[in-house]
């Protein structure tokens, strides 16, 4: 397994992603547990099937790209634990990436990005940019396969 190593934020506005490109994005979990996951991905045209292994801001993950009828075999098992998203790539400095999630559904309203790094010394390094809200990282009610089943979390936004 790869190692995956990300920071969340809560987003406020879309000023910052607005004429970005965006790719409709559904998944599904197949298993959830307190620290592993398994889902699968429609990301426009494109289908995988994941697993993660750990908490916080860094994992163990292995994705494989699987075909459209695998998806679909498979995506009936998720009935109940599904998330459907628009997902933007937008440009941040350094060379970085934000990957910004526009939530559909009961958890519209909730937009987050995740940034990805080379190692913890990068992550910790990290300034958000102003149009960054809230950091997420960790906080179990933000993490997709939490919010494929409770929805938007309650109570104040850590931070």
Known sequence: MATE??????VHGSGAFEGVP???????YLARGEQEEVRVRRAGDEYSLTVKKGSGIE??????AIG???FEALWPATEGRRISKWRRIVPLSGGRRAYVDVFE????????????????????AFVPPPWFGAEVTGDARYANKELSTTGIPDGPVPG
């Open 5 to 10: 190593i990300e920071r969340k934020f809560t």
């Open 68 to 70: 459209a009828g695998q």
């Open 105 to 124: 559904g009961r958890l519209a309203g909730l937009v987050t990005a995740e940034v990805e790094f080379e190692d913890r010394e990068d992550a910790r």
């Open 22 to 28: 965006a790719l409709p994005v559904q998944q599904g």
């Open 59 to 64: 994992r163990q993950e292995f994705e494989i």
